[in-house]
């Protein structure tokens, strides 16, 4: 006789480095997860997730997965290894640690770290050996600095609108991402924005992309003319009387260039 596998519906948020960190629905059995989903309930991911997080059970589960650390047992590049216990890592990495603080001081430590799949609690903790131990402070400029920097000095905040605003609208610009591959849930919601609203979706990117592929107008730009394209679309918009005063006099500083720099 048939019977119904014995499956429960966990729920967790994605640890991939992604600004939206989509909440999660994972059906769990024996103790093992099976397919995991975007949490229907939540009206971002509306019960959508990106095919690689789609397969996460594949990467969790694999048989090649690494469950012991291993300590290399012959010369380098060699590829001989051995198990430890996690005590005997933990040791390992210790003494070396105090080693180096012993010849150098603390200062020649630095945690260098970024986010991937690490979750922000994950990848933030190590803040605390640091402090703890005086080792070398860590400016997080190793892929996004440049994008803050510009973002900051263009709105003056590092924020931005309620990303399901993007179903409201009339005309949605993807500019500069892969959002088709990479951002699954922005497609969701431009999409929505086309059948619901007749929307326009432009983008905008150097090369011509999936996402680029589901336009109603394609950009394909020349790498690093970003700026040039930004200031015209500025331009026609204050030379064609097509700029929202209204908003601009309410949400920004200087919308009419008084201020000098």
Not at 106 to 119: C, L, S
Not at 226 to 238: E, R
Request: hydrophobic share 40%.
């Amino acid at each position: 006789m048939n019977t119904h596998a014995n499956i429960h519906i966990g729920h967790s948020a994605c640890p991939h480095d992604c600004p939206s960190t989509c909440a999660l629905d994972v059906e769990v059995k024996d103790g093992r997860i099976g397919r995991v989903h975007g949490a229907k309930d939540n009206s971002y991911t509306a019960g959508v997730i990106c095919a690689k997080v789609a397969r996460y059970a594949e990467r969790i589960h694999h048989p090649d997965r690494l469950l012991k650390p291993l300590v290399r047992s012959g010369a380098k590049g060699e590829g001989q290894w051995k198990e430890a216990s996690w005590e005997a890592a933990l040791d390992r990495v210790a003494e070396a640690f105090l080693k180096a603080e012993e010849k150098y001081g603390t200062e020649t430590a630095w945690p260098y770290y970024y986010a991937g799949t690490m979750g922000l609690v994950q990848r933030d903790s190590i803040d605390r050996l640091r402090h703890a131990k005086r080792y070398s402070g860590f400016f997080g400029t190793v892929c996004t600095n440049a994008a803050w920097t510009g973002f900051v000095m263009g709105t003056g905040d590092l924020r931005g609108p309620d990303p399901r605003e993007m179903a409201k609208s009339d005309c949605v610009v993807i500019w500069g991402t892969n959002a088709v591959a990479t951002q699954v849930n922005v497609m969701t919601h431009a999409i929505k924005a086309r059948k619901e609203r007749g929307a326009k979706i432009i983008v905008i990117d150097v090369y011509d992309n999936a996402t680029m592929k589901q336009a109603d107008l394609g950009l394909v730009l020349k790498p690093g003319t970003d700026a040039a394209l930004a200031c015209a679309v500025m331009h026609v918009l204050f030379r064609d009387g097509l700029a929202d005063w209204a908003f601009l006099d309410k949400y920004t500083d200087d919308p009419r260039g008084s201020k000098r720099i």
